[in-house]
């Protein structure tokens, strides 16, 4: 096992494997890990198989971290039982895939509501094609797909309300100004589940991807789920595609459990990432097949002076049985947007193939933070162009007047 414990930053380093003393310590990091056989860039079309354990400041002192210090996931999870069910059909949705429901889905968590201090509910999504907008859940409640239910995004705008900018962000992060409403979403819950027997949930994202290109969007494109100041959160055996923006988004969320979940999208869609733990702790992701357009699993903290005021860092965080591929992003990524800071993130039995890059981490002048305690292990990548990217200068500012939108 290669361990590289970095004490310090600055002009002058020495390395505690290889002795030598060097002006630069991130250049040293990539030789020791390609063996001093050359620079990581030319790695393409290579196997390699890395057990690492990267212990990284990138801004101030970082303590050594012992994978001892690796988070539990059993206490992750929710209740998975609800003492009361009903069907979306039972409020008049109709799963043609041109039928809008939205109201349905709404009527339907309403009167769920009232079993909340009762052991909670369950939502049952039949068979069938569910068009709908935005729809907020409750919590103690259970999301439930059958296996052929597929819950489909509306490729009307409309659909999507715009609500402010995270406080973290200060802005969109595409645009200035507010961003679309998650298709599926939560603020300040506690025990949700979204569940099924591998249902789907569609973003139809197309509409979004060439609004993006095309540079005709009004505001920042939505995500599939995001859950905002919530705990006892759990995604499994779902089926995840097309989403607009990235895929599966905490933010400022504890005990986060997401297992079992395949997240699609086609490779040239921009920014698509598949799970973007964002300012949040006690996060476990587990068993997932993972294909989209951008990072398949990516750690922020907020962006800038926002992140830095707002000051909620992402940690405890666990990644286990993985598997992806993704042409123009990064397997496993932390950043860019990280000034709240990152720490104490264990990943393990990671299989990448056919991708740009296995790890990644990404900042930019001025963005503070810092990236410390990260446990990476058995990792085995075939057809990954660059293995490990480090990148000091990536993206672009809050305040920026144009923003190339480097995500």
């Not at 949930?201 to 505001?219: E, H, M, P, R, V």
């Not at 950043?335 to 800071?341: A, K, N, Q, R, V």
């Not at 296995?358 to 990236?371: A, D, F, L, P, Q």
Request: proline share 5%; glycine share 10%; aromatic share 10%.
């Amino acid at each position: 096992m290669t361990r590289i414990a970095r004490q310090q930053l600055g002009p002058r380093y020495v390395s505690p494997l290889t002795k030598k003393r060097t002006t630069s310590p991130l250049h040293d990091l990539s030789s020791i890990i390609a063996g001093e056989s050359g620079s990581l860039s030319h790695m393409k079309r290579s196997k390699a198989l890395f057990e690492v354990v990267l212990l990284l400041a990138l801004i101030g002192e970082a303590p050594w971290a012992a994978a001892s210090h690796r988070f539990d996931c059993k206490s992750t999870k929710s209740k998975l039982y609800r003492p009361h069910s009903v069907s979306v059909t039972e409020f008049g949705a109709v799963g043609d895939g041109v039928t809008l429901n939205t109201k349905a889905f709404e009527n339907a968590i309403f009167y769920l509501n009232s079993f909340a201090d009762k052991g909670g509910a369950q939502l049952f999504v039949p068979a069938g094609r569910w068009l709908t907008g935005s729809f907020m859940l409750i919590s103690h409640l259970t999301l439930s797909l059958d296996k052929d239910a597929v819950i489909l995004g509306s490729t009307d705008p409309s659909h999507w309300p715009v609500i402010d900018p995270l406080p973290s962000y200060g802005r969109g992060r595409e645009l200035p100004g507010g961003r679309h409403e998650s298709l599926v979403h939560g603020y300040n819950l506690t025990d949700v589940v979204i569940t099924g027997s591998n249902g789907t949930i569609d973003g139809q994202g197309s509409f979004w991807w060439d609004s993006f290109n095309n540079k005709t969007l009004d505001y920042t494109r939505p995500h599939l789920v995001e859950f905002m100041y919530s705990t006892g959160i759990v995604i499994l055996n779902l089926t995840f595609a097309n989403s607009p923006f990235g895929a599966i988004h905490p933010v400022y969320c504890s005990q986060v459990f997401i297992k079992n979940v395949t997240i699609l999208a086609p490779p040239d869609s921009p920014n698509t990432d598949a799970i973007d733990p964002d300012s949040s702790n006690n996060v476990c992701i587990e068993d997932c097949y993972i294909s989209t357009g951008n990072d398949l699993i990516v750690i922020k903290s907020g962006w800038d002076e926002y992140g830095i005021s707002f000051a909620r860092p992402s940690y405890n965080i666990s990644i286990c049985r993985i598997t992806g591929e993704t042409k123009s992003g990064t397997a496993i990524a932390f950043g860019s947007e990280m000034s709240g800071g990152i720490s104490n993130v264990n990943a393990e039995d990671i299989h990448i193939f056919n991708s740009k890059h296995g790890i990644g981490i990404k900042t930019s002048k001025g963005r503070g933070g810092y990236v410390r305690d990260i446990y990476i292990s058995n990792m085995t990548m075939k057809d990954v162009d660059i293995a490990i990217m480090i990148q000091g200068h990536y993206g672009e500012h809050p305040d920026d007047e144009t923003l190339s939108v480097k995500i």
